[in-house]
């Protein structure tokens, strides 16, 4: 992902104009070049086994973690999370089953290996260092809900205690299934006119309101994503507004962008249309993406 990204500026060079917003733009060379593939990408998922697989698998698309209620109590205890300075003031214990299942609203479920707490907790405890830290006083197994490629699940998490609050730290207990093989390959060579996502963060809106993440350089407008909307996908195709033509400095930034839908969200894939695959979830203050 980060050799695709670097390629950003070898486009910048290009000038010419781009269509933004969350539908896609009419006329233009790039508006062409981003609805073209866009629906190329929607074609190729429709029907495919790749989407087959997509529909009655587990991925996640909301945060592996939940917080206590009234997180965080102080500044302290923000930084001891965001720095992973946890300290264990009990023991873990171990899983009484090896398979814990994930069960939709519409009454579907999904049987999936469990992991331990002991894993759960490392995935939360990366720090270590003499900053301030949060205790872990107990844990137990339990559930937490989840939006995911299927819609809002009930999931197996680990329930972690942490000191001072009342309420549980909550870690997702499954893992996402291995992704799809897509029915499509990526575009060959990024340019202004389309490139990849840096993932997805949020729906809202009643399922109206995606926020996603693009790349751009330090001598445009910034970037802007369409979207084309079919039955089954929604396919977000990525550019660049307004690249200069004169010198500038090879920077990488990335941009939050909101892009509005004119039908709810719902169970449909989410794709890129660059990399011909789902977005992945990407986690607010996160640096890269990632499905768990």
Not at 48 to 59: I, K, M, N, P, T
Not at 89 to 103: D, I, N, Y
Not at 211 to 225: K, S, Y
Not at 228 to 250: H, K, M, N
Request: charged share 20%; aromatic share 6%; net charge positive.
């Amino acid at each position: 992902m980060r050799s695709v990204k670097l390629l950003v500026v070898i486009g910048l060079a290009a000038a010419s104009t781009l269509g933004c917003g969350g539908a896609a733009t009419p006329g233009g060379d790039k508006a062409v070049v981003g609805t073209e593939r866009a629906r190329e990408v929607a074609a190729a998922w429709a029907g495919s086994e790749a989407a087959r697989v997509w529909q009655q698998g587990y991925y996640p698309l909301g945060d592996a973690v939940q917080l206590p209620d009234r997180a965080f109590h102080d500044n302290d205890d923000k930084q001891a999370y965001i720095t992973g300075n946890f300290r264990l003031e009990t023991s873990l214990p171990g899983t009484t089953k090896p398979e814990g299942a994930v069960r939709w609203s519409d009454g579907r479920s999904l049987t999936l290996p469990l992991t331990t707490a002991r894993s759960a907790y490392d995935e939360l405890a990366r720090g270590g260092n003499s900053g301030p830290s949060l205790g872990v006083t107990g844990a137990r197994l339990g559930t937490m809900t989840l939006l995911t490629s299927r819609g809002t699940a009930t999931v197996p998490a680990w329930l972690f205690t942490i000191k001072g609050y009342d309420t549980p730290l909550k870690r997702v207990a499954v893992t996402p299934g291995k992704l799809p093989r897509p029915p499509i390959g990526p575009v060959r060579k990024q340019t202004p006119a389309l490139g990849p996502l840096g993932g997805f963060e949020a729906v809202a809106g009643n399922g109206r309101t995606l926020t996603v993440r693009a790349d751009h350089g330090a001598c445009d407008d910034g970037p802007a994503v369409d979207v084309l909307e079919t039955q089954d996908s929604v396919v977000l195709a990525a550019s660049i507004r307004g690249v200069s033509d004169g010198p500038c400095t090879s920077e990488l930034r990335t941009e939050k962008v909101t892009v509005k839908l004119r039908g709810p969200f719902g169970r449909r894939i989410l794709l890129d249309a660059f990399t011909g695959r789902p977005v992945p979830y990407q986690q607010p203050g996160s640096a890269s993406p990632s499905w768990s």
